[in-house]
């Protein structure tokens, strides 16, 4: 064995041969098959104190260098799994210095292990990094026992490698050779504490909502329910959520609640839906129902929102308004006076009985739809059409004026006017006129009284044209505005925009706008729905578009040029739509 040993020394005689000369001790290791062995070669002395030789002692290390290896190995192995897991990991001295890390900490910082270890880690960071308070927490950790509980603290700071971030600190007492260490683990919770302002603020509004919302697995057990279901329908949470949805259902509806859920389950959405629920006392209402499906994180639809709005009072309202136009017509037919219902561009809408009789229209084909400034005399003509601009403009008053009724007879009429808004919204002129031919005998004195009065009602109509025009202006770009603003004050923004959409050709187009230059104005004149910004993809997908930081979202990457120039840094763009869910401008605010 010492043989086979001796075989594994190289240059032996050297070696040798130097302890001999320098009269120095030498150490080797040599292997003889599994077994190691330390060879220690002394000079050897005679009685002269004279180096005769050297000696050669033989020790068995086996078992010793089998453990050193193998920490060795654990350590490496140990090292290998830290540098794999990718939240950053750091071991802290009792003063918070650097003594070891992970790969993902040292690239957190954009340091080498050189620069980085033995610094303070709080002189990694910004100012928010460096919080007193914050570090004075970690440190505590290390008066806690060794198995404690881990210490944690959030911390926002600049990363060189990713940014401004939210980091949870996660500190834990480590003993090593009498010395207190700290393993600190880093984590970014930026996008969880995102969700949480997110979720927290859609849990709000739905808490604070006036409509009824409500949500629903697809086979109808219901899963929420806000306090204004409950004060629609009359039953509390607990008595609600688990229950089917056809709790609020009554009998006689619950095939329509049926094909609702087939219809989610294939992803569509039930926009507008007016039917009939059923109160906790049995009572029912007519309420208006948009449904949507709720999507999981692979896209599979897993449920609905219910947004059920009570419209009850709409109903009566306008069974009460039939009633009315009932009576109103009724009346209409049945007084002697003419009654008309007149445009702004003086269409004829409507005309009752006694008013077909004094134009001489045999029946309403005759009249309607036509203008009846044709009926009016030459003379008269642009004066009706002022006074009937003035009603339409919001105005009221009477007037006086020739007509030349389709036979030719011409009759003298006084009407009294004032305006009224048609079911689209529009206003119209709605007279009452009267013939008062017979007071012809006091023509002259009417002469002068018309004399004096045409100075004025030349004036006048200048002033109604004017307004009128004021007002159509109004109507719709002021209305437009009001929009806008109510929007951005509502959203709390700095300033926003009303797009129009043009149905042919897909393209979006400012109608109205606040707190934008020209070159903004240039840049988005039309949009269309293959566009990545926030109002074409509103327009592409149909649903509310947010961007809360355009230098993050990589589809708005083309026009962050822009939003820097206009001053902005969230975008939210909600689709205008009609009735029938089709899509007819959009609303921004940034």
Request: aromatic letters at 6%; proline letters at 3%; hydrophobic letters at 40%.
């Amino acid at each position: 064995s010492i043989g086979n040993a001796l075989a594994g020394v190289k240059d032996l005689q050297k070696i040798c041969a130097r302890v001999i000369a320098d009269r120095a001790p030498h150490r080797i290791e040599s292997r003889d098959g599994d077994r190691c062995f330390l060879v220690r070669i002394a000079p050897c002395c005679g009685n002269d104190r004279q180096v005769s030789g050297a000696a050669l002692t033989f020790t068995n290390v086996t078992a010793f260098r089998a453990s050193i290896d193998q920490a060795i190995y654990e350590r490496e192995y140990t090292k290998a799994i830290l540098n794999t897991v990718v939240d950053p990991l750091v071991v802290l001295d009792s003063n918070l210095q650097i003594q070891t890390a992970n790969r993902a900490f040292y690239s957190l910082f954009g340091l080498s292990r050189n620069e980085a270890n033995g610094v303070s880690i709080r002189k990694l960071g910004n100012r928010d990094w460096q919080n007193v308070e914050a570090w004075k927490s970690i440190e505590a950790s290390l008066f806690l026992s060794d198995d404690a509980q881990s210490h944690s603290v959030e911390i926002d700071c600049e990363f060189p490698s990713i940014g401004s971030r939210t980091i949870a600190l996660n500190a834990r007492r480590l003993t090593r050779e009498g010395n207190a260490l700290l393993l600190v683990t880093l984590q970014d919770v930026t996008e969880r504490k995102k969700a949480e302002r997110a979720t927290s603020l859609l849990a709000a509004i739905v808490g604070c909502s006036d409509d009824a919302i409500i949500s629903k697995k697809l086979d109808g057990t219901i899963t929420s329910w806000n306090d204004s279901a409950q004060r629609l329908f009359g039953f509390s949470a607990e008595e609600a959520i688990g229950q089917h949805i056809t709790l609020i259902v009554p009998w006689e509806r619950r095939s329509e609640e049926e094909d609702i859920l087939r219809r989610l389950a294939r992803g569509e959405r039930v926009d507008h839906f007016e039917t009939v629920r059923r109160r906790k006392d049995g009572s029912t209402l007519d309420v208006s129902l948009t449904i949507s499906p709720i999507y999981d994180s692979a896209g599979k639809v897993v449920g609905a929102s219910n947004v059920a709005r009570d419209f009850s009072e709409k109903k009566r309202n306008e069974r009460a308004l039939q009633e009315s136009e009932e009576r109103f017509r009724a009346i209409v037919e049945t007084t002697p006076e003419c009654v008309k219902l007149v445009s702004a561009d003086g269409t004829l809408l409507h005309m009752n009985s006694p008013g077909l009789q004094m134009v001489g229209a045999h029946s309403a084909e005759e009249v309607l739809g036509k203008n009846i400034y044709e009926l009016i005399a030459p003379e008269d003509r642009e004066r009706f059409k002022a006074f009937n601009e003035t009603i339409c403009g919001g105005g009221q008053g009477s007037l006086q004026f020739d007509i030349v009724g389709l036979e030719g007879k011409r009759r003298h009429m006084e009407t009294h006017a004032a305006p009224l808004r048609d079911p689209r919204g529009t206003v119209v002129q709605l007279a009452i006129s009267s013939d008062i031919s017979e007071r012809k005998q006091a023509e002259e004195a009417l002469r002068e009284s018309e004399a004096r009065f045409a100075g004025e009602a030349a004036a006048l109509a200048k002033l109604n044209e004017s307004s009128s025009r004021l007002w159509r202006i109004r109507d719709l770009q002021g209305g437009l505005q009001q929009i806008l603003a109510a929007v951005i004050d509502l959203l709390g923004a700095d300033k926003g925009n009303i797009q129009l959409l043009d149905p042919d050709r897909r393209v979006l187009t400012i109608a109205a706008q606040r707190g934008f230059d020209q070159d903004f104005l240039d840049f988005f004149r039309e949009v269309s729905a293959d566009d990545d910004s926030a109002c074409g993809r509103a327009l592409r997908l149909g649903t509310p578009i947010v961007i809360e930081d355009v230098d993050e979202d990589k589809l708005f990457a083309p026009y962050r040029s822009v939003a820097l120039a206009a001053q902005f840094r969230s975008v939210i763009s909600t689709p205008l739509l009609r009735v029938d869910g089709t899509a007819i401008g959009m609303v921004s605010a940034h």
